[in-house]
């Protein structure tokens, strides 16, 4: 029951939705999102800082011809021979084209590109003070003027020409971005890419070698389950798939295991009474061998008992199957513990008498009445007993007890034999297990008796063992308390009923 809970659990866990904030894909996105305001934040910054660069950085028009005509004014209010042109290139080099147009023709810039003609008549016309026509420059864009007046005189004017005018979608990126700030954009997008997919590829490149090695046939492979999101759920899911393909695997090899081991055991058991069967049958038959009529019959009681032993073993193989497949249905309900005792007693009597052998039946009142499958319970103690009492020396003594145990209720049968060596103990209820001559030899049992009698109490929920030394072997099986409860039990107790 605590597989099946445990597969219930997992079940409920994985139809489970995953939390918002833990989701895959949420964390994906929202980490991507806070990459790219990061990296917008950190392209304006230098976007600014590049336009800071430039003493007129980021100034409208008409402030930097504002600034340049102070600047020049001053100049030449302190030294009117100063060198304007020398001026402008040391102090606005980084600046956009700047020119100083004096009154005297000459011109001054931070730049060796001329002034424009169109540009140059029309300042030219300002300076002369013409009341002509003007003749209006034709540029696409209007440039700015700002004159420069030395003691109340006008003697130069600032000009500043329009730039290119971008066109189309490079008009807004001017404005955003710059060379520099486009290029660190690219690569800290790449590296938030970088960084933000990396862990999932990782993890999804586990989980595919994990797959792949299970594909192979290596059923030990595993992925990794941190996290809880749905690759982490995926990764659950197939190790418990690994898991049981794992379990599978071990319980068919088992299975292979077991039956090879079945058809060895049961065909060298078979062997025995079919070859002892065919040279009886052999001999009968053969006409030119003489038989008088004792020795015929004597042939034919052996190919009886051969034939009875045969049919003993096919059907103990039988049921043994049916018990350890759980295939056979127990008959829960109460009985009588001392009852059971002395049928299997009175079953022995006339060899019990014979042989002298003294039986003891001690059951303690709280334990006369137990809740099992009687008729198999019957059997296992009459398998122990007849084992018993096969190895138990005329004038021995054998004893039947029933008591409390921690764990439930226990049922013992005690020999007064030989003993089993220890290091036999362990083996002792496998098929056609043989200790040695003294225990096997002239049984006449099938070899199963005692397998059976452990898949039979296996079957209840219970368990059985085996303390033995010289004089005296103690078989001891250990049913619960609440064995009408086992699953597939077949019907509860019913007061009063019994064998």
Do not use: C
């Not at 504002?66 to 021979?81: E, S």
């Not at 006369?368 to 096969?390: C, H, K, S, Y």
């Amino acid at each position: 029951m605590s597989n099946t809970s445990g597969a219930d659990r997992f079940d409920r866990a994985q139809s489970r939705p995953v939390r918002w904030y833990r989701s895959f894909y949420f964390r994906i996105g929202f980490t991507f999102v806070l990459f790219v305001v990061f990296l917008i934040v950190l392209q304006g910054l230098v976007s600014n800082a590049v336009r800071m660069r430039s003493p007129l950085g980021g100034r409208s028009p008409n402030v930097v011809v504002a600034i340049v005509a102070a600047d020049v004014t001053a100049l030449l209010h302190q030294n009117p021979n100063d060198d304007v042109d020398r001026y402008l290139k040391r102090e606005y080099a980084p600046a956009q084209p700047i020119y100083v147009v004096m009154k005297d023709g000459t011109t001054a810039s931070n730049r060796a590109t001329p002034l424009a003609a169109d540009m140059r008549r029309y300042v030219d016309t300002l300076l002369a003070g013409s009341g002509g026509s003007v003749v209006e420059p034709r540029v696409p864009v209007p440039f700015v003027t700002a004159p420069i007046q030395v003691g109340g005189a006008l003697r130069a004017i600032v000009v500043l020409p329009p730039g290119p005018v971008p066109r189309g979608p490079g008009r807004d990126l001017d404005r955003i971005a710059s060379i520099p700030g486009t290029v660190l954009l690219v690569l800290l997008t790449i590296l938030a890419a970088a960084i933000i997919f990396e862990p999932a590829r990782r993890r999804l490149k586990q989980l595919q070698q994990a797959s792949v090695r299970l594909g192979s046939g290596d059923l030990t492979a595993r992925a990794p389950t941190s996290g809880g999101d749905e690759v982490a759920q995926v990764a659950t899911a197939f190790n418990r798939m690994a898991g049981e393909l794992a379990a599978r695997d071990e319980i068919l090899r088992t299975s292979d295991r077991l039956r090879r081991q079945m058809l060895a055991d049961v065909s060298h058991e078979l062997k025995t009474p079919l070859t002892a069967m065919r040279t009886y049958v052999e001999t009968l038959r053969a006409p030119d061998i003489p038989l008088d009529g004792q020795t015929r019959e004597r042939y034919f009681a052996t190919l009886e008992r051969e034939t009875l032993r045969l049919e003993r073993i096919v059907t103990d193989l039988l049921d043994l199957a049916r018990l350890e497949q759980s295939v056979v249905r127990l008959d829960l309900r109460v009985f009588a513990t001392r009852r059971v005792f002395e049928h299997v007693v009175r079953r022995h009597q006339p060899e019990l008498e014979r042989r002298r052998i003294q039986v003891e039946i001690d059951v303690l009142p709280e334990v006369d009445q137990m809740v099992a499958d009687p008729d198999r319970i019957e059997q296992v103690v009459e398998n122990l007993f007849a084992n018993g009492l096969r190895h138990t020396p005329d004038g021995g003594v054998m004893r039947l007890a029933a008591r409390f145990e921690r764990d439930g209720v226990a049922l013992s049968v005690t020999d007064s034999g030989g003993g089993i060596p220890e290091e036999h103990l362990a083996h002792v209820f496998e098929r056609f297990y043989k200790v040695d001559a003294a225990r096997a030899n002239g049984s006449g049992g099938s070899g199963l008796g005692l397998s059976i009698a452990r898949a039979i109490v296996e079957r209840h929920g219970g368990s059985i063992d085996v303390q033995s030394r010289p004089g005296r072997t103690v078989f001891t099986l250990t049913l619960p308390k609440a064995a009408a409860q086992l699953t597939g039990a077949g019907p509860g107790p019913q007061r009063g009923a019994g064998p």
